[in-house]
């Protein structure tokens, strides 16, 4: 075990293996090293589960994409973000895991490979099912992370309405991007945009062998009509762009990126996620007490 340790150490945290480093969290865990394991529903068996509901009801669900972030990032993304965030406030809380949903309403991201988009009528029955489902086991109090910022507000704040009114549980969505809003006052992320500055650190910080930053392309266009929250300009409401305005991007810029990905940096990305979980971990506390 000491060895294994070193070995892992000797990397430098920033480079560390994900898979690596939540291996050897399992191995201390099972020799009583101590370590607090993220808490993931489909790794439970169902005793567990209902030994679990005895003493808790909430339950955090991770919702994200697969969709093109540009040259430089993984299809992943917004999907692996949530995740990581929900992991770790689960390691601080003891909060249960729902599996995640890997998919999102991404018609614009279709100018890429690899890009996988739901329709949102279908996304909105999908979540609200899986609510369903977990409330008539006896959790009442759902955490929604959102990972794919503005495009999956709509159906996720439809789906956690109609359960709210149905059955009677809490559905909070917690997005990362309004819950952020402080901290971007402070930390300069540059343009709101996809494929970002702000997302590629938290990349960086979390994912660092699955950005290839030689890849990253800046691109800001002059004139930006989508909202961006921190703005303090007029501007319309978010309606996603389509995909010929994204083609024709890509062929501009040879990628589909906005924003200035090549200015992240992963102590941003930490300083970031440290946020958001210190919030997500308030959030869960406050749902028990």
Known sequence: ???????????????????????????????????????????????????YLRKDDRIILPLGSTEQHGRHAPLGTDSLLAIAL??????????????????GWSPH???????????????????????SSLSRHGFRKFVLINGHRLANLPWIQIAAERAQRELKVSALVFDPLYMSLELRKK????????GDDMETSHLLHKFPGLVNMSEARDYVPERVIYADPL??????????????????????????????????DPEKGRIYHEHLVERLVQLLRSLKE
Do not use: Q
């Open 86 to 103: 929900a992991e770790d406030a689960s390691e601080r809380t003891g909060v249960v895991i729902a599996p995640p949903l890997w998919y």
């Open 1 to 51: 075990m000491k060895d294994m340790m070193l070995l892992i150490a000797s990397r430098g945290s920033r480079w560390l293996n994900v898979t690596s480093v939540k291996l050897l969290k399992r191995v201390r865990a099972s020799v009583g090293g101590g370590d607090a394991l993220a808490r993931w529903l489909h790794e439970m068996r169902w005793p567990e589960v209902e030994d």
């Open 187 to 194: 930390v300069d992320f540059g343009p709101f945009g996809h």
């Open 231 to 264: 703005n303090p300009k007029d501007s319309l409401c978010y309606v996603p762009s389509t995909e010929e305005r994204m083609r024709a991007l890509r062929e501009l810029t040879g990628d589909a990126v906005i924003g200035t990905p090549t200015k992240a």
């Open 109 to 131: 991201h279709m100018v890429a490979p690899g890009t996988v988009s739901v329709r949102p009528e279908v996304l909105i029955e999908v979540l609200y099912d899986i609510i």
